[in-house]
Structures are given as structure tokens and as C-alpha cells.
């Protein structure tokens, strides 16, 4: 039922757009991640479904995008995308060396 958890569809697609050709779909899509993460937890003390669900695909394809895009404004999205996780998640605490490394 993807009416009922709109998240469900909307996180693996805005995924997918990481990986665009066309830079400003890749700034779109990182910020809107970060968005949703932003929103959800600390409005409801809980987290979505579809952020848990696709929990480690999310981390992997942030840290594909962090390795390989170049653009200024993509690497700001990706560290405000690591700040809001380290904040978020305590499964992302085995990869804070890695994230620093990058933020720095």
C-alpha cells in the first residue's frame, strides 16, 4: 500500500537520483534526504519506517556520493546529511572516523 507510507517510494527513488548525471537533481535529492531526516525524528521521537527500513542502503549510497561528486554544494548537503545522522542514529557511531576524515 503506497498511499499509506508515501516514504516507502519517495526514499529509494530519491536515492536513485544520487547517482543523476545532472548535478542539481544530485543537490535536490541529498538535500531532500536530509530533509526528511530532519523532519520525522525529532518531531515525533521516532523514526519512519522507510528511514529504518532503508537504513544502511541510505548510509552506503550517501557515502558513494561522498567519494565520488565533486560539486561544492552536494559535499555541504553530505555533511549536514552525516551532522543530522551522527545526531540521529547510534548505528552510524562505527563510521564517525571516516565522516570527520570527509567533513574535513
Known sequence: DGL??????????????YSHERVQCRRHAIEAVGHILCAFPLASNKCPAAIQSNFDRTLRTTFGLAEKDQDIIVRKFVCQFFSTMLYLFEQIKPHIQNIFNYIL
Open 4 to 17: 499509506g507510507r508515501p516514504l516507502d517510494t519517495l526514499l529509494p527513488k530519491l536515492l536513485e537520483f
